[in-house]
């Protein structure tokens, strides 16, 4: 692989693959042992990660190579997927989960309004009265602004908290696979591959 990506482990990232870059090495082995000179082609194809195997799925869907021996080039769409080094569908990389930390900082928020909610409460000094209309609570008016800078307090970390949860809900793990991985590509239907000349440049532009 020349290109390394995080594979998202969701179910809504299967639709939007990571693209992927490769470099095939060696040539392309066949039935009854013949080969095929496709080693230097460049692949392209795009995965997605699966959480319950810990690795990247990556289709192959493109080929693209260049002769300069007989000054000839191929362009192609293939059918295939990538296997690891066991053999396995798919290459086996790094879980990572970075919703944990947005979680945490929720959960402070989150105690941060309660401790706010109780310190309001506590600096009330309210009083209670039984009259004919029922209970009626009277404050300190000492206390007023003291009360409204606990509630307001209270209420910023509700807010903050639920912006922590709603950003963590967005997120979702990742398989982190880097570039230089190795694996086999497998071609899964029959292609007829079409060469076709192209003229070499004498020198490369002028650079300006």
Avoid at 39 to 48: I, P, Q, T, V, W
Avoid at 181 to 197: D, M, N, S
Wanted: aromatic content about 6%; hydrophobic content about 40%; overall charge negative.
């Amino acid at each position: 692989m020349l290109t390394g990506a995080d594979f998202g482990a969701a179910e809504r990232t299967r639709n939007n693959p990571q693209p992927v870059l490769f470099r095939i090495q060696n040539d392309a082995f066949l039935p009854g042992s013949a080969r095929y000179r496709l080693a230097d082609c460049f692949g392209m194809g795009g995965g997605y990660g699966d959480l319950s195997s810990e690795r990247a799925h990556i289709n192959v869907s493109r080929i693209s190579c260049v002769d300069t021996r007989t000054g000839m080039m191929l362009e192609s769409p293939i059918n295939g997927y990538i296997v690891d080094s066991d053999g396995r569908l798919g290459l086996r990389g790094k879980v990572e989960r970075r919703a944990g930390a947005l979680l945490g900082k929720a959960m402070l928020a989150g105690f941060a309004e309660g401790a706010s909610s109780i310190a309001a409460t506590a600096a009330q000094g309210a009083e209670s009265a039984v009259t004919g209309s029922g209970v009626v609570n009277t404050i300190d008016p000492n206390s007023v602004a003291e009360v409204g800078m606990y509630g307001g307090a209270g209420r910023a970390m509700e807010i903050l908290a639920e912006r922590y949860i709603e950003e963590a809900e967005s997120m979702f793990p990742v398989i982190e696979v880097p570039s230089g991985r190795r694996g086999t590509v497998v071609i899964q239907e029959g292609q007829k591959l079409e060469w076709e000349a192209y003229e070499l440049a004498d020198k490369m532009p002028s650079e300006g």
